[in-house]
């Protein structure tokens, strides 16, 4: 069973923030906290991870509150490509498989 | 560029007929795994391999078979004992297990029974 909690969909208008809530309340001390996106009859793209940290790249942000109990992904300025279904994982480096709940289904509004 | 290619795109298989589905990674990444996606669920893992010429059982091998005699190739053969083969698969490679390296995947197979 995933260990994540994800609200089912979620709309954000175009050019403005999208902000994802993750809660995983039962997270350890060595799992990381992944996201992933999969667009219609696509693989997942990996979108960005962290331990304990924010991090950043050329996609998205990643905010993990500092108990860890929770994260939020931000797509800084969303677009119509960035309509997807996202994933939250959490998983540790001794874990061969990745552990896919439902997701959240994100549609930007043009 | 770098990634990971899953032929063909769209399988076809008859009943009794055994199929391979090709993954080929130019990532030099050690570990590859497959995966299987069913409409509306998450992805259930077959098998995967953390080295060349090793591979382990995933959640839900049976019915299916692979090999590793390359690091850049791990190709998944669907068997006629596989039931209901009709599914989205997904091929990812990682660095490995170090640090936290994420799983890279491939654009997938769908296969379908004639």
């Known amino acids: 069973d995933a260990k994540t909690t994800q609200p089912p969909s979620m709309d954000c208008a175009e050019g403005r923030a999208a902000n994802l809530p993750c809660n995983h309340s039962?997270?350890?001390?060595?799992?990381?906290v992944y996201w992933y996106r999969q667009i219609h009859s696509q693989g997942p793209q990996y979108i960005i991870h962290g331990l304990k940290n924010n991090e950043t790249n050329e996609m998205a942000s990643l905010i993990i509150t500092e108990d860890r109990k929770s994260s939020t992904l931000i797509l800084p300025h969303a677009t119509l490509r960035d309509t997807a279904v996202y994933y939250c994982i959490v998983r540790a480096n001794r874990d061969d498989k990745i552990i896919f709940g439902k997701g959240t289904r994100l549609h930007i509004l043009p | 560029d770098g990634g990971i290619t899953q032929s063909p795109k769209y399988l076809f298989r008859k009943e009794g007929q055994n199929v391979t589905l090709s993954c080929e990674q130019n990532l030099n990444h050690d570990a590859m795994y497959w995966y299987r996606q069913d409409p509306g669920q998450g992805l259930r893992l077959i098998y995967y391999?953390?080295?060349?010429?090793?591979?382990q059982k995933g959640d839900i091998a049976e019915g299916y078979s692979v090999s590793r005699e390359k690091k850049e190739s791990f190709p998944l053969t669907v068997t006629s004992a596989q039931k209901n083969p009709t599914a989205f698969y997904l091929c990812?490679?990682?660095?490995?297990?170090?640090?936290?390296?994420?799983?890279?995947f491939g654009d997938g197979t769908r296969l379908s029974i004639l």
């Open positions: 391999s953390q080295i060349v010429n090793d591979f």
């Open positions: 990812a490679s990682s660095i490995g297990r170090q640090g936290g390296q994420p799983q890279h």
């Open positions: 039962t997270i350890s001390g060595n799992e990381y």
